[in-house]
Nanobody, 121 residues
Framework: QVQLVESGGGLVQTGGSLRLSCTASGNIARVNNWRWYRQVPGKEREWVAS???????NYLDSVKGRFTISRDGAKNTVYLQMDSLKPEDTAVYYC???????????????WGQGTQVTVSS
C-alpha cells in the first residue's frame, strides 16, 4: 500500500522560510509527477507547484521566484522550499503524487495528509 507522509510545516514570520518534504513509500516503480497544493478554510484547494520525473517544473504565478520545488528520485521524496513567505501563503499544504506501481506500471494518484503553514504578519 502506498503512503505519502509530509513534514516541515510550522509557524514563521513574514519574510521567513520553510521547507516542506513529502515521501512516498510502497512498491513504487516511479513517481511520474509530484505536485503541491494548498487550501485555506472555505476555499478550494489550489495548485502551487509541480515537477515531473524529468525535472520539468511549473509554479503558481503568486509563488514564482519565492518557492522552489525539487525531488529526490532515489528517495521518492519531493520538497518545497518556501522563501520570502507572506501571510497570504498561510494554508494547509498537501503533496500529490501520480505514480506507477511495480505490480502493473499503471498510474495511481495519492495525497499526503497535509501540513499546516502559518505566516504571521
Amino acid at each position: 500500500q502506498v503512503q505519502l507522509v509530509e513534514s516541515g510545516g510550522g509557524l514563521v514570520q513574514t519574510g521567513g522560510s520553510l521547507r516542506l518534504s513529502c515521501t512516498a513509500s510502497g512498491n513504487i516503480a516511479r513517481v511520474n509527477n509530484w505536485r503541491w497544493y494548498r487550501q485555506v478554510p472555505g476555499k478550494e484547494r489550489e495548485w502551487v507547484a509541480s515537477i515531473t520525473h524529468a525535472d520539468s517544473t511549473n509554479y503558481l504565478d503568486s509563488v514564482k521566484g519565492r518557492f522552489t520545488i525539487s525531488r529526490d528520485g532515489a528517495k521518492n521524496t519531493v520538497y518545497l522550499q518556501m522563501d520570502s513567505l507572506k501571510p497570504e501563503d498561510t494554508a494547509v499544504y498537501y503533496c500529490h503524487a501520480a505514480l506507477a506501481l511495480v505490480r502493473d506500471w499503471r498510474e495511481y494518484v495519492h495525497w499526503g495528509q497535509g501540513t499546516q503553514v502559518t505566516v504571521s504578519s
